[in-house]
């Protein structure tokens, strides 16, 4: 309220009329909890007339009755004075209403309000209604009128044709024909006769189209300018169309009605059961649900969930028992078997042969195979030895290829010298005429007998002087290998790599031996491969060296090789060309894996990538059980767990450019372990070293061996900042020899007792006020002050420490020999009785080796 607003004193209330609107609020309650708040206005009815005033009565005039004639009309009697009416007495004073009567009021305007409105829309349904029904009943009586009209229309038309014309009086003879002449007509003054014509009906006039009266049953005032789904699509827009609720019951009523009049035969399916499977899973494969498989296995005994797994054997009795057909399956069905497809003999082809080359490190196999091949690989090895598997294809003179295998000599690389003789045909052992047998020559030998393959021996450096021939072939008989010089069945061929000498024939008695072999594959199917060699290339990804067992290998086939799957991107040949296709007998280089596979892992072409993938996943998951589950408890490795859990840890990263070369390793500081000490491999791989590689050996304090690989910036910023040793090698012997070392150094240096000499005490002496001498005996050796002592007591030993004082006779020596009597003092012990015996050794410190 405003400071004008306030009253006054001195002043006077404003003149005015009293108001005739009062005012006053609503409150509507509905459900949900809603509410709302209306404005009601209650109108008092204003009487403007004067008081005393008569209201003018106005009298309607009766009607005249019909008469024969017009009659003069009488004037109507006046109407009589009317008294006038006495001034009414002023009302009452109106008492003001308390809210409970204004609310009532309100209420019951409201309510009269809305039955009026509710009478209005009834009254305009009726109305609607009642037009709709004259509307149609116009049309009735308008289409009865139409048809009336034409029926009447076609009878006019009709009667003239079917009966003759009637004749009139004025007229004595009949129409003449048309053809005849017509007579002459007399002359008459009377009236013409009457014209005749036919009736035709006139056309009526089309009735504009009025407009279609809409159905409003069902309308819905308040969307009626709205438009939706339902309202475009269907004609009859102001019917209201049913829900997809009811049409969906609807349909659900007469499918059961449906089923309930004929008995549907039950559909027998066949369920492929794996070794375990959940409940639930069953029952989807069996269509059946999964509460009755459960209520089953409880009457079997057996309360279980529908998401618990159950084994094959009680899935049959459930698949059984629902009248079902059981098939077994296994995980390992999803592998690939590929030893039960042989190829018809029709589809076979001749293919070069494979020929591998097996010996001992240094006797010249590289040296061989470039002087075959007319290249300098022996040059570019680190330290002149080799460290990988190598493949080559060579065209020899008389046109026919041949495949080779380079395999290394290292003792390391015994593994692959076993793939070499698994994927060959044919094995070249070459022995230097100078140095004869050696430990991997006679390893090569083992391998391919284990193999089952011809062997060929290749006595090389035959043009160095000391060489001699003869000297091996006697020392091939220590291991049954007789050569054909001296009556066996084993090739023997003097060659020399260096000066190039016997190499043809060395190539004619392969030839001799690829022909009675008859090697031949098929070239039109899937090519199945295996792995000589993989690597981790930086540019290209991980690079898989395969031979082609059979097959055609061609860019865009999709395999799985190992544990890894891929597409082949590029075949690349052993001389570095980009080719599109590789048949049997063909090293290649594919590009395309997923990851590094290990060597020796068999390639297979598949028909899609899903198939590729679903085997390389099973395949990692057999590689992943048997890497983590654990062997059965026996007493022995229980005592073997123990010596380990004793055993120093050593542990590394090992990272190298080669599959093989990380077998390799990883064997050989397997092999350097002892007892005292193990090697512990953190992780393995091939490629360069990563941030990750370092992160994982800081946690453990380890150093990382990179054999022909390097880290790099990052890793070797973060190797910095974290201490991690990296050791780089490229020759095998460096590696194993600094790994020996350095786990020799974390030993400690070896100590050793040497017992120096041997007394026996004969008599107790007292020494000073609490201490205690000691009169010996020199049985053997020596005894020296300040020598390191123990006492033993019927052979145990009650005291390890060191002699403080020596003498003879009242005086100090530094040393008494054996058969000589002395006293000795011992530190910090008191504890001597006569007939102990005294030992004093010597402790020597030894560098400690492995």
Not at 606 to 630: D, L, M, P, S
């Amino acid at each position: 309220m405003s400071d004008n607003d306030k009253p006054k004193l001195g002043m006077r209330a404003p003149l005015g009329l009293k108001r005739t609107v009062e005012t006053g609020q609503v409150k509507q309650s509905f459900s949900h909890g809603r509410s709302n708040t209306v404005v009601v206005e209650v109108k008092r009815r204003r009487v403007l007339g004067r008081p005393g005033e008569a209201e003018p009565h106005v009298e309607e005039a009766a009607p005249a009755a019909a008469a024969p004639a017009p009659a003069p009309v009488k004037a109507a009697p006046a109407p009589a004075p009317v008294a006038p009416r006495p001034a009414p007495t002023p009302a009452p004073a109106a008492r003001p209403m308390t809210p409970l009567e204004r609310r009532e009021q309100q209420e019951r305007l409201l309510r009269e309000a809305e039955e009026a409105r509710m009478a209005a829309l009834e009254e305009t349904r009726r109305r609607e209604e009642r037009a709709k029904a004259e509307a149609s009943e116009e049309e009735k009586r308008r289409a009865e009128e139409k048809r009336r009209a034409e029926e009447e229309a076609e009878r006019t038309a009709v009667a003239p044709a079917s009966q003759p014309a009637p004749q009139s009086a004025a007229t004595p003879a009949a129409e003449t024909p048309a053809d005849a002449a017509p007579a002459p007509e007399a002359r008459s003054d009377g009236p013409p006769p009457p014209r005749r014509f036919t009736p035709v009906p006139s056309p009526k006039r089309p009735e504009p189209s009025r407009p279609q009266q809409r159905d409003r049953k069902g309308d819905d005032r308040r969307q009626s300018g709205k438009l939706t789904v339902t309202r475009a699509l269907d004609d009859d827009s102001g019917a209201r169309a049913r829900s997809l609720a009811a049409l969906k019951r609807s349909r659900e009523k007469d499918r059961r009605a449906h089923q309930s009049g004929s008995v549907q035969q039950k559909q027998v399916r066949d369920v492929a059961v794996p070794e375990t499977i959940t409940v639930a899973e069953l029952a989807n494969r069996m269509a059946e649900r999964g509460a009755d498989l459960v209520k089953a296995l409880f009457k079997m005994g057996m309360p279980v969930t529908v998401n618990q797994a159950i084994d094959q054997d009680t899935a049959e009795l459930l698949v059984t028992e629902f009248g079902h057909n059981i098939k077994r399956v296994s995980d390992s069905d999803v592998d690939l078997v590929t030893t039960h497809d042989v190829d018809a003999d029709d589809t076979l082809q001749p293919r070069p042969p494979v020929v591998t080359i097996m010996g001992h490190v240094d006797h010249g196999k590289t040296s061989l195979l470039d002087a075959l091949r007319g290249t300098d690989v022996a040059a570019g090895e680190a330290g002149g030895i080799t460290q990988h598997i190598g493949a080559y294809q060579v065209q020899v003179k008389s046109g026919a290829k041949v495949t080779f295998l380079d395999t290394p000599g290292h003792e390391a690389f015994s593994d692959m010298r076993a793939r070499g003789a698994n994927i060959t045909d044919i094995v070249v052992i070459v022995v230097a005429g100078d140095d004869g047998l050696r430990p991997q020559t006679i390893e090569a030998i083992s391998h391919t007998r284990a193999a089952g393959v011809p062997m060929i021996i290749a006595i090389n450096k035959m043009d160095k002087p000391g060489s001699n021939a003869q000297r091996v072939r006697e020392a091939l008989l220590q291991h049954d290998v007789q050569v054909e010089s001296m009556g066996g069945d084993v090739q023997e061929v003097e060659v020399s790599a260096l000066k190039k000498t016997g190499l043809d024939e060395l190539i004619e008695k392969i030839e001799l031996q690829a022909e009675l072999l008859e090697l031949k594959a098929n070239p039109d199917r899937a090519a199945e491969g295996t792995v000589v060699e993989a690597t981790l290339d930086k540019g290209r990804g991980a690079v898989a060296t395969v031979l082609v067992n059979r097959g055609t290998l061609r860019v865009g086939d999709i395999f799985v090789v190992g544990a890894e799957s891929g597409k082949v991107r590029a075949l690349v040949d052993d001389k570095g060309r980009n080719v599109k296709e590789a048949g049997p007998s063909l090293p290649v280089e594919v590009l395309g894996l997923s990851g590094v596979p290990s060597a020796g892992d068999q390639l297979s072409v598949v028909e899609n990538e899903a198939r590729a993938r679903e085997v390389a996943a099973y395949r990692a998951g057999v590689i992943q059980q048997k890497r983590t589950t654990a062997t059965p408890a026996s007493l022995e490795s229980m005592f073997s767990a123990l010596r380990e859990k004793q055993a120093q840890q050593y542990p590394v990263v090992v990272k190298a450019d080669a599959q093989g070369s990380v077998e390799a390793i990883v064997g050989s500081l397997n092999k350097i372990s002892t007892d005292l000490i193990q090697v512990r491999i953190l992780h393995s791989g091939v490629g360069g070293i990563t941030e990750s590689d370092v992160s994982l050996a800081a946690a453990s304090k380890a150093p990382i061996i990179g054999f022909n690989v390097r880290a790099n910036a990052k890793a070797r910023e973060i190797a910095t900042r974290d201490g991690v040793a990296l050791k780089y090698y490229d020759v095998i012997y460096d590696l194993l020899d600094e790994i020996r070392a350095a786990m020799a150094g974390q030993l400690g240096p070896e100590y050793l007792e040497h017992v120096v000499g041997r007394a026996e005490i004969r008599e107790v002496f007292s020494a000073g006020k609490h201490g205690k001498a000691a009169g010996l005996l020199v049985v053997e050796g020596y005894i020296r002050q300040k020598l390191r002592a123990r006492i033993l007591r019927d052979d145990v030993i009650i005291y390890n420490g060191s002699i403080s004082s020596l003498r003879r006779f009242k005086d100090d020596v530094p040393e008494v020999r054996a058969g000589l009597e002395c006293g000795i003092t011992l530190e910090s012990t008191t504890d001597i009785k006569p007939g102990d015996i005294v030992e004093t050794f010597e402790v020597e410190e030894r560098e400690r080796t492995l």
